[in-house]
C-alpha cells in the first residue's frame, strides 16, 4: 500500500496572491518601492485600526492616516451644554455622571450626547451581542420567574380542589402570572447598550469619552481625541471587541463615534497595504502605503452605500490628496456614466488627478453586467476577478489545481452604452485579515471586492516608484500603462478579463520610459453620439450596415499651460483587424474634438458574440501602444422559428470547469416565458451550474430583466428552470458551469418558448364602474390558462406636513466653497394594526449613482421619537414591522443647487402596508357570470393565436383594509397560467451575491392595484 506523501511547505503566496500580478518580483526587483509615499483611500465599510497588520507601514508611519464615518451613522448630537455641580453632571441617559478631576477643561463646560449601542454596531456583532446579553441577563432570571410561577399554580390546584369565590381570584391571579411571563418571552427586545457621551475642549483641542462602563464611572473610560490628531482608538469591552475612534465637528456640536460597519473594509485594506514585518508572505500587496479609512457603508441600511457618504467620502479624499482610491462597492445603474455621485468622481480623477479604482461586480456570466461605478464610469478603472491554481490549493482546498480562470460571478462587459466595462483583472480572492469583533483574526473572502484592493496595491507599487524618480504622472497615464502592459489570458474573454491581468512591473516600465513622452499625461474621450462604444444586439441594429460618428478628444491635465495646449499636434493612425469594421486609417487631432466615420457591417457574420476594436496609435512611437480604443460589440442573436415549436435544442455538449456557454437569442413574437432543462449524460460526475439570463432595455438596469439561479445537476439527472422574456428582443442566456466545481460532464439542453399576453399592460378596476374586463392571448403554444387576482398590499400616498431647505455643515462643501444643502420634508401616518410596511418615494426610488440629487435617506420614528428605521434609494430592502399607532417620517434629500430642491416641497412619498392575508377578486369567463356572481372561471385551454376574455368584480366594502382611506390602492398580481412552470416564470427573481432580490413582473404574473378604496378602486396590471 502506497504510503501518502505529506508536504511540509504550505503554499501561503496563494493566500494573498502576488506573484501572477507582478508586484512580487517587482518588490524583489525595488523593496523600497513598496507603496511608501502614496495614500491610498480604502471607501468602504470602515477598517478597524486594531486589526492585524493595521498598525504601521514598513517605514514605521501610522499606517492609518484618518478613519472618517462620512455616512452619518455615528453622529451623536452634543448641542447641549452644562456645567457640573461638584463634578457631577446628570447625562441625557439619565445617569449621573462623574466628572474625573484630572480632566484639564478651562471653560468648565461640557457638550453631552447619548447614543444607543446597536445604531453603530455591526450587524454580526450586535445579533451576537443581543444572543449573549439574553442568555446572560433575561433567560436565567425569566426561566426562574417561569417556573416559580408554574410550580405555585400547581401547587394551588394540587391543595384547592374545591375554590371559593376568592380563591378563584387567586387561582386566576396565578394563571395571569404565568401568562403574562410567557408573553413576555415572545415579546422580548433588546434595547441594546446605551452610551452618554461627554465632549469638552482642554485649551488646545477638543476630546471626547464615551461611558462604556454605563454607570457613569468616567475615570475608567479612554479620552480621545480626533483620530487623525494621534491615532487614538479604544474598545467598547471584552465581549464587544469593537474597536471605536471619533472625530469632533460643529464646534463641539457634533460627535462621530467610528466604527466598522462590517469586516469587508479591513479585509479590503489589508489586502491593498497590511503589513506584517515578521510574516511578510500575510502583508498587502504594498505594505510601505498609507490609508485613508472613510466609512462609506451606512450602519443603519446594513452598510448599503449612499450618497452622503460617497460625496462627503470624495470630498475628504480631495482634501487629503490622495492618490488612490479603491472602492469595492456598486450597484446596477439604469444609465451609465451619469448623476451627482459620477460627476464628483470625474471631477476627483480629472481635477486633482485621483486615480479611482473599483470592483466591476459580482453579477456575471452574462454580458453586460458590470456595476457602477467600476464598469460604467469613464474615469474609473474598474476591476473584475480572475483566480488562479495556487488560490484554488491554498484558499479553496480544491483537491486538484485547475486552469486560471475568470470567477464565474465577475461581471462582465461592455456597458450598455458600448463601453469595454472592464478594465483590467486581478485575484479576485484571499485570506486576510478581518475586524477584531468577528472573534477571528483572518478570514477568506471573494469576489470583485478582492480583486479592485490587489490591483489598487498593484498600482500603488507603481506610483512608489515613479514617484521616486520624480515622475508624477495623470491618472490616464497610469491607466494606459496599466491596459497596455496587461496580460491576456488564453481561453478567458474580453468582457470578463478586460485587457488582462495587471502586470505590476511592466506598468511600472512604462511609465518609466513612456514619460518624456508629448503624449505622456495626455488623456483621451471617445464618444461615438452619447455612447462610449459601438454596440448592436437587437435585430433591428444588425439588419444592416450602419456608420458611427467616432469623436476622439485629447483630454489635459488639469492647470496645463495655454501654450502647451496650442502645440499639440498628433498625427494618428487608426487600426482595426476586423474585415466586418472599415474606418479612416489616418486622424489629425489637435486641442479639440475630432469626428471620423466607421462602418459596421453585420452582415455574414456567424451567429453569436463579435468584438475588435479601433486603435489609435502616435505615427512617432507606435511602441506606446494604443493612446486610445473604440470597442465594437456585435451580437448576431439566433432566430427561433415555429417550425422548430419554438424550441432550441443543444445535444453532446462538453462542459469543463468554468466552461460558459452563450446563446443569443430573438424572443419569439409574443413569448412571454421560457423553460431551460439541463440533462446529464454523466453517470459518476455531479456538477453544479449557473443559469442566468439577461435582456437589455434602454433605460433599465440589467437587474430589472434578468433571471439568475444556481443549480445542481446529478449524475444522469435532469433540471428544468423558467424565467420570463420580452417578446422580439434580443435575451442572452448563458449556462455557465461552476469554476470550482471538479470533472468534466457531457449535457443536453433545450431551451423553449412560450407565451400568454394580457390585452392591457396595466388593468384599472375602479369600484364606480362594478366590472372590469381583460383579454388573455396564447400565442404560441396549447396553454392551459386558470386566471387569478391576488392582492397583497394596500399602498397608502403621503404628503408633507412641511418641508425645511438649509445649508449644511463644514463636512458637506465641495471645492471652490460650493456647498451642499439639504431639505427636510416631514410625513405623518397612522398604522391601524400590527403588520409589515414599506416607506419609499417613489420619483426618486430605485436610483443611487445616476441620481440627479446627490442622496436620500428616509427615517421613521414612533411617537415617542423612537428611531424604527432608515432607508433609502432601495425600498424593498428595507421593510419594517410596526406596532398600531402613530409615525413620523422625516425624509432627507441633499443637492448643490437649492433651486433644485425647492421644487420637491410638495413631493409625494407612499407607505405599503402588506396585508395579513391576501385578498382575491372573483374572475369570470362572462360579463352575464360576472354581474349575477355565479359560475367562476375554471381551467381553459387555449389554442395557438386565440383568445379568450375575463370579467373582474370589484372588491366587497368589507374586505377593503381597515385604515385605508381616499387616495389608498391595493396591489397584487394576475397569474394567468395554470401550470406550476408558468406561475413560476412569473415569480422568478434574480437570486444574486449582491444586494438585490426582485423580482419580476412580467408575462405570467402583472402588478395589480386597487385605487380610490370605496369611491373608485383601480387595477394596474
Given at each position: 500500500m502506497a504510503a501518502n506523501c505529506i508536504e511540509d511547505t504550505f503554499p501561503f503566496h496563494g493566500l494573498l496572491p502576488k506573484k501572477e500580478t507582478g508586484a512580487a518580483s517587482f518588490l524583489s526587483r525595488y523593496p523600497e518601492y513598496d507603496g511608501r509615499g502614496v495614500l491610498i483611500a480604502i471607501l468602504d465599510t470602515g477598517v478597524d485600526p486594531g486589526a492585524p497588520g493595521m498598525q504601521i507601514t514598513s517605514d514605521g508611519k501610522p499606517k492609518i492616516v484618518d478613519i472618517i464615518d462620512t455616512t452619518g451613522s455615528g453622529d451623536v448630537n452634543m448641542s447641549t451644554v452644562v456645567e457640573p455641580k461638584d463634578d457631577i453632571v446628570l447625562g441625557l441617559s439619565g445617569r449621573t455622571l462623574k466628572i474625573p478631576t484630572t480632566w484639564i477643561n478651562p471653560s468648565g463646560k461640557y457638550h453631552i450626547g447619548v447614543k444607543n449601542g446597536y445604531e453603530f454596531f455591526p450587524k454580526a456583532l450586535r445579533e451576537r451581542i443581543q444572543k449573549d446579553r439574553r442568555e446572560k441577563l433575561w433567560d436565567p432570571a425569566h426561566r426562574a420567574a417561569l417556573a416559580e410561577a408554574c410550580r405555585k399554580q400547581e401547587e394551588f390546584d394540587s391543595t384547592h380542589t374545591t375554590l371559593s369565590q376568592m380563591d378563584k381570584l387567586f387561582k386566576e391571579e396565578l394563571q395571569s402570572h404565568t401568562e403574562l411571563l410567557t408573553s413576555l418571552e415572545k415579546k422580548y427586545s433588546d434595547p441594546g447598550p446605551v452610551y452618554d457621551c461627554v465632549l469638552w475642549h482642554d485649551g488646545v483641542t477638543w476630546r471626547a469619552c464615551v461611558d462604556t462602563s454605563e454607570c457613569g464611572d468616567l475615570s475608567g473610560c479612554t479620552v480621545l481625541r480626533s483620530y487623525r490628531e494621534g491615532q487614538d482608538y479604544a474598545s467598547l469591552g471584552s465581549s464587544e471587541m469593537l474597536n471605536y475612534s471619533v472625530n469632533i465637528y460643529d464646534e463641539g456640536n457634533t460627535l462621530c463615534i467610528v466604527t466598522s460597519g462590517g469586516a469587508h473594509g479591513t479585509h479590503v485594506a489589508s489586502i491593498a497595504a497590511g503589513y506584517f514585518p515578521e510574516e511578510p508572505e500575510r502583508s498587502g500587496v504594498a505594505p510601505g502605503a498609507q490609508i485613508l479609512a472613510i466609512k462609506i457603508g451606512d450602519t443603519r441600511l446594513s452598510t448599503m452605500e449612499t450618497g452622503t457618504g460617497l460625496i462627503r467620502a470624495m470630498i475628504e479624499v480631495i482634501n487629503y490628496k490622495c492618490d488612490l482610491v479603491n472602492y469595492s462597492y456598486g450597484e446596477a445603474t439604469h444609465w451609465p456614466n451619469s448623476g451627482r455621485i459620477c460627476e464628483v468622481i470625474n471631477?476627483?480623477?480629472?481635477?486633482?488627478?485621483?486615480?479611482?479604482?473599483?470592483?466591476?461586480?459580482?453579477?456575471?456570466?452574462?454580458?453586460?453586467?458590470?456595476?457602477?461605478?467600476?464598469?460604467?464610469?469613464?474615469?474609473?478603472?474598474g476591476v473584475g476577478a480572475y483566480v488562479t491554481p495556487d488560490m484554488m490549493i491554498a484558499e479553496y482546498s480544491l483537491r486538484e489545481k485547475l486552469p486560471a480562470n475568470q470567477y464565474t460571478w465577475s461581471s462582465r462587459g461592455p456597458s450598455t452604452d458600448g463601453a469595454l466595462g472592464v478594465s483590467i483583472s486581478a485575484p479576485g480572492g484571499a485570506i486576510a485579515s478581518v475586524p477584531n469583533w468577528t472573534l477571528r483574526g483572518t478570514q477568506l473572502m471573494n469576489g470583485t471586492s478582492m480583486s479592485s484592493p490587489n490591483a489598487c496595491g498593484g498600482i500603488a507599487l507603481v506610483l512608489s516608484g515613479v514617484k521616486s524618480n520624480g515622475i508624477r504622472p495623470t491618472a490616464a497615464a497610469v491607466r494606459r500603462a496599466l491596459e497596455n502592459t496587461a496580460v491576456k489570458v488564453e481561453d478567458i474573454e474580453v468582457f470578463a478579463q478586460g485587457h488582462g491581468i495587471i502586470q505590476v512591473d511592466k506598468a511600472y516600465d512604462y511609465l518609466i520610459q513612456h514619460a518624456s513622452l508629448p503624449t505622456s499625461n495626455l488623456g483621451f474621450t471617445v464618444t461615438v453620439g452619447n455612447q462610449r462604444g459601438i454596440y448592436l444586439r437587437d435585430p433591428v441594429q444588425i439588419s444592416s450596415p450602419s456608420d458611427h460618428g467616432v469623436g476622439v478628444e485629447p483630454v489635459f491635465p488639469e492647470n496645463t499651460e495655454n501654450t502647451e495646449r496650442i502645440s499639440l499636434q498628433l498625427h494618428l493612425s487608426l487600426t482595426c483587424s476586423a474585415p466586418w469594421v472599415q474606418c479612416p486609417s489616418h486622424l489629425e487631432l489637435m486641442n479639440q474634438c475630432r469626428h471620423v466615420n466607421v462602418r459596421v457591417d453585420p452582415q455574414g457574420l456567424r451567429e453569436g458574440l463579435h468584438y475588435t476594436e479601433i486603435c489609435g496609435y502616435d505615427v512617432k512611437d507606435r511602441a506606446t501602444g494604443p493612446l486610445f480604443r473604440v470597442p465594437v460589440t456585435v451580437i448576431i442573436p439566433t432566430k427561433v422559428t415555429e417550425s422548430s415549436g419554438y424550441e432550441v435544442p443543444f445535444n453532446d455538449v462538453h462542459f469543463r470547469p468554468g466552461q460558459i456557454r452563450r446563446h443569443f437569442i430573438t424572443v419569439p413574437q409574443g413569448a412571454s416565458w421560457a423553460e431551460i432543462t439541463l440533462t446529464s449524460h454523466s453517470a459518476d460526475v455531479s456538477s453544479k451550474?449557473?443559469?442566468?439570463?439577461?435582456?437589455?432595455?434602454?433605460?433599465?438596469?440589467?437587474?430589472?430583466?434578468?433571471?439568475?439561479?444556481?443549480?445542481?445537476?446529478?449524475?444522469?439527472?435532469?433540471?428544468?428552470?423558467?424565467?420570463?422574456?420580452?417578446?422580439?428582443?434580443?435575451?442572452?442566456?448563458?449556462?455557465?458551469?461552476?469554476?470550482?466545481?471538479?470533472?468534466?460532464?457531457?449535457?443536453?439542453?433545450?431551451?423553449?418558448?412560450?407565451?400568454?399576453?394580457?390585452?392591457?399592460?396595466?388593468?384599472?378596476?375602479?369600484?364606480?364602474?362594478?366590472?372590469?374586463?381583460?383579454?388573455?392571448?396564447?400565442?404560441?403554444?396549447?396553454?392551459?390558462?386558470?386566471?387569478?387576482?391576488?392582492?397583497?398590499?394596500?399602498?397608502?400616498?403621503?404628503?408633507?406636513?412641511?418641508?425645511?431647505?438649509?445649508?449644511?455643515?463644514?463636512?458637506?462643501?465641495?471645492?471652490?466653497?460650493?456647498?451642499?444643502?439639504?431639505?427636510?420634508?416631514?410625513?405623518?401616518?397612522?398604522?391601524?394594526?400590527?403588520?409589515?410596511?414599506?416607506?419609499?418615494?417613489?420619483?426618486?426610488?430605485?436610483?443611487?449613482?445616476?441620481?440627479?440629487?446627490?442622496?436620500?435617506?428616509?427615517?421613521?420614528?414612533?411617537?415617542?421619537?423612537?428611531?424604527?428605521?432608515?432607508?433609502?434609494?432601495?425600498?424593498?430592502q428595507y421593510s419594517l414591522k410596526l406596532e398600531k399607532g402613530d409615525y413620523t417620517i422625516r425624509f432627507q434629500v441633499r443637492h448643490e443647487q437649492i433651486s433644485e430642491l425647492d421644487r420637491l416641497k410638495d413631493l409625494p412619498f407612499v407607505i405599503s402596508h402588506r396585508l395579513s392575508s391576501t385578498l382575491s377578486l372573483d374572475v369570470f369567463e362572462t360579463q352575464r357570470n360576472a354581474l349575477l356572481g355565479k359560475k367562476k372561471a375554471n381551467t381553459i385551454t387555449l389554442p395557438p393565436n386565440c383568445s379568450q376574455p375575463f370579467f373582474v368584480t370589484s372588491l366587497p366594502d368589507d374586505k377593503i383594509p381597515k385604515g385605508a382611506g381616499p387616495g389608498c390602492y391595493l396591489t397584487g398580481s394576475l397569474t394567468v397560467p395554470k401550470s406550476e412552470y408558468g406561475k413560476k416564470a412569473g415569480q422568478a427573481a434574480s437570486k444574486r451575491q449582491g444586494k438585490f432580490k426582485k423580482v419580476l413582473n412580467l408575462l405570467a404574473r402583472y402588478t395589480v392595484s386597487i385605487n380610490g378604496l370605496n369611491t373608485c378602486s383601480t387595477v394596474f396590471f
Open positions: 471631477e476627483a480623477v480629472l481635477k486633482h488627478n485621483v486615480i479611482y479604482v473599483s470592483s466591476a461586480g459580482n453579477n456575471g456570466p452574462c454580458l453586460s453586467t458590470v456595476g457602477c461605478p467600476g464598469g460604467t464610469t469613464s474615469s474609473v478603472i451550474f449557473v443559469l442566468h439570463a439577461v435582456h437589455l432595455v434602454k433605460q433599465k438596469a440589467y437587474r430589472a430583466n434578468e433571471f439568475y439561479k444556481f443549480s445542481s445537476l446529478p449524475e444522469k439527472g435532469a433540471l428544468t428552470e423558467v424565467f420570463p422574456v420580452l417578446p422580439g428582443r434580443t435575451v442572452e442566456v448563458c449556462i455557465a458551469r461552476w469554476w470550482a466545481s471538479l470533472g468534466d460532464v457531457t449535457i443536453d439542453y433545450s431551451i423553449s418558448f412560450h407565451g400568454l399576453t394580457c390585452s392591457t399592460s396595466q388593468l384599472h378596476i375602479h369600484a364606480s364602474e362594478g366590472i372590469s374586463s381583460f383579454e388573455v392571448l396564447s400565442t404560441l403554444k396549447y396553454e392551459d390558462i386558470s386566471p387569478s387576482i391576488n392582492l397583497k398590499n394596500w399602498v397608502q400616498p403621503l404628503r408633507p406636513l412641511s418641508a425645511k431647505t438649509r445649508p449644511l455643515g463644514s463636512r458637506d462643501v465641495l471645492p471652490n466653497n460650493r456647498q451642499l444643502y439639504e431639505i427636510i420634508l416631514t410625513y405623518n401616518f397612522h398604522q391601524p394594526k400590527s403588520g409589515e410596511v414599506t416607506p419609499s418615494c417613489p420619483l426618486l426610488c430605485e436610483l443611487l449613482y445616476e441620481s440627479e440629487f446627490d442622496s436620500q435617506l428616509w427615517m421613521l420614528f414612533d411617537q415617542n421619537k423612537r428611531l424604527m428605521g432608515s432607508g433609502d434609494a432601495y425600498p424593498h
